[in-house]
C-alpha cells in the first residue's frame, strides 16, 4: 500500500516528568517507522517549542504526559496545519486531567470509582484503603495506595508536590485490565499482575517485574464487556487514533473504568504493542498503521 507520508518526526522526550519513559517510546517508534520505509527526523522539544525540518510532512506523538498528551503539543501542531496522530487537543487534555475525564465518565454513566478532590494537605471523607494521584501525571508519578491511617499524610504531600490537585479515589479491589484501541477498534484485553497487587512506576518499567497475561484469561462475556467499556470511554471523550482504557474487575464482576490514555506506551514493557501482537499486528505494522492515521485536526 502506497505510503500518505514520506518524511515524518517522532517527538519524543520532552519537557514532562516522564521524559525518560518518553524518549524509550520515540526511539522504538523511529527504529520501526525506518523499518517500515519512512524516513524519520527525531525531534525532542525539551523547552516546548517545535522545529522541524522543512520536508517533514507529518508527526508521530510519542510524548507522555505534560505537553504531549494535554494538548499544548496538538494546538501548537494545530497551527503549523502539520498532521499528526492522535487525539485532537480537547480530547487530549480531557483524558489527561483525570478530574476532567471523571466528570465526562459521570455525565456518560460510564462506571467509575467514587472520589474526592484536594488541593492541600488535610484529611480524607472517604474510607481507607484509598489511591492518591496527581490529577494530570501519567506513569503512576505521585500515585500511592494508602491502606493505614498513618501512611495519608506523607502519600498526600508526595502526590501534591507532583500536581494540584490530587485526585482521591476509592480502592477498587479485583484484577487490573487495560484495552488497547487501534482507531475505534478494540484489541485484546490484557491482564496486568504486578507483585504485591500494586501496578507503579517501578512496576510498569522494570522488565520481568510485572506478569502480563495476553489476552487476558476471562470469560467471553467479560472481555466483550471490557472492550465495549473501552470503546465506550474513547467515544465520550472524542478520542482518535489511537489510545489505551485502564480497569478494574471486581471479584464481584463489576468492571470500573480508571484512566484513558491518549499516547500509551510504545516501550518494551508497554501494553497496547503486546495487546496488537496478540492480535497478529506487530511492532512495525503497529507503528506504520497508526502512522497513516496522521492528519491535520
Known amino acids: 500500500m502506497k505510503k500518505k507520508f514520506k518524511k515524518v518526526a517522532v517527538l519524543m522526550g520532552g519537557p514532562s516528568a516522564e521524559a525518560e519513559v518518553s524518549l524509550r517510546s520515540g526511539a522504538a517508534v523511529a527504529g520501526a517507522l525506518r523499518v517500515a520505509g519512512y524516513a524519520v527526523d527525531e525531534v525532542n522539544p525539551k523547552t516546548g517549542k517545535l522545529k522541524f525540518a522543512a520536508d517533514v510532512e507529518a508527526v ?13 503539543v496538538q494546538q501548537q501542531l494545530c497551527a503549523l496545519k502539520m498532521p499528526y496522530i492522535g487525539s485532537g487537543a480537547e480530547a487530549s487534555r480531557r483524558s489527561l486531567d483525570k478530574l476532567l475525564s471523571k466528570r465526562v465518565f459521570e455525565a456518560a454513566g460510564i462506571p467509575t470509582a467514587e472520589y474526592e478532590v484536594l488541593t492541600a494537605p488535610g484529611p480524607h471523607r472517604l474510607p481507607l ?6 490529577a494530570s501525571e501519567g506513569s503512576s508519578i505521585g500515585l500511592h495506595c494508602v491502606r493505614r491511617k498513618a501512611n495519608w499524610d506523607e502519600a498526600l504531600r508526595d502526590a501534591l508536590a507532583h500536581g494540584n490537585p490530587v485526585l482521591v479515589e476509592k480502592y477498587i479491589p479485583g484484577r487490573e485490565l487495560t484495552v488497547g484501541l487501534l482507531g475505534e477498534d478494540p484489541l485484546p484485553v490484557v491482564e496486568i499482575r504486578a507483585p504485591q497487587g500494586w501496578y507503579d512506576y517501578r ?29 465506550r470511554v474513547f467515544h465520550a471523550l472524542g478520542c482518535r487514533d489511537l489510545g489505551r482504557v485502564d480497569l478494574r474487575l471486581t471479584p464481584g464482576n463489576q468492571l470500573f473504568v480508571l484512566e484513558m490514555n491518549t499516547i500509551p506506551g510504545f516501550t518494551e514493557t508497554s501494553l497496547l504493542p503486546k495487546a496488537a501482537a496478540a492480535a497478529g499486528i506487530s511492532f512495525v505494522e503497529l507503528c506504520d498503521r497508526i502512522m497513516r492515521r496522521a492528519s491535520v485536526h
Do not use: S, W
Not at 510524548?63 to 499544548?72: M, R, S, T
Open 60 to 72: 508521530f506523538i510519542a510524548l507522555h504526559g505534560a505537553f504531549g498528551e494535554d494538548g499544548v
Open 129 to 134: 484503603p484509598l489511591v492518591i494521584k496527581p
Open 203 to 231: 512496576a510498569k518499567y522494570t522488565k520481568g517485574c510485572t506478569e502480563y497475561l495476553v489476552p487476558a484469561p476471562l470469560t467471553a462475556k467479560q472481555t466483550a464487556r471490557a472492550q465495549e467499556l473501552a470503546q
